[in-house]
């Protein structure tokens, strides 16, 4: 017991201390009385215990919510689907293309004109027979027109066995002269039809196999009869819609 601190006297009455809330929190927290900063020979110590209380506030404030939230990234919206007509229009053909030659070389050469298994007659279905290139891919078209295909495709030329084949639009009469005069180039354009704008492309349409240039070369109705293979002999012309 330290010198200053006497021991009540006998019969006196010791008064309870009032301790403020204050006092209470630095003795629970701290250890200490705030009287005691004064006393020096604790003074350091208190000092380091201020500075151990303000780190961990801190420390503690960090991690409770006090710093900025973590940002979620939002999340992205999908792509924007467009379409090029152009874009359209060349794949469109090459399906259309390879199909066609397809059946031209490997079913109508092959088995007609090479085996002589089968003939080929515009009136196949009386005849029995393989239906020539052009009304294939006719029936193909009007198929897929049925189906309400917004897309339109057809075989023209300028020397038509079947007067439906020729062109019907200055449109389609500039593309065949076009791909006629340059085989290597298609033909593109805009037009407008029943009051409704088209993308319209027009394709070289060329023999493929010598049994298109004999039958062209020896019909009756066919306005070129000089036709060699690799000859552009008409235009393919598919029209996508600009307007939906």
Known sequence: ??????????????????????????????????????????????????????????????????????????????????????EMADALHSVIAADREIYSRHILQRLATEEKLVKVSESWQSDKALPVPAQVLRMGSEAVQQKGAEFHYILRSLWPINPRNAPETSTEKKGLEAVLAHPETNFYAEESLGGRRYFTAIYPDQAIVSSCVECHNAHEASGKKDFKVGDVMGGMVVRVPLEF
Do not use: H, W, Y
């Open 1 to 86: 017991m330290s010198t200053s601190e006497q021991p009540p006297k006998p019969g006196s009455t010791i008064k309870p201390q009032v301790t403020s809330p204050r006092c209470v929190f630095a003795r629970l927290i701290l250890g200490f009385r705030p009287s005691d900063l004064f006393r020096p020979s604790a003074f350091g110590f208190r000092i380091a215990s201020f500075a151990a209380l303000g780190a961990f506030g801190v420390l503690l404030l960090a991690n409770t919510g006090c710093s900025k939230p973590p940002t979620t990234p939002a999340a992205s919206s999908p792509a924007e689907v467009t379409f090029k007509p152009k």
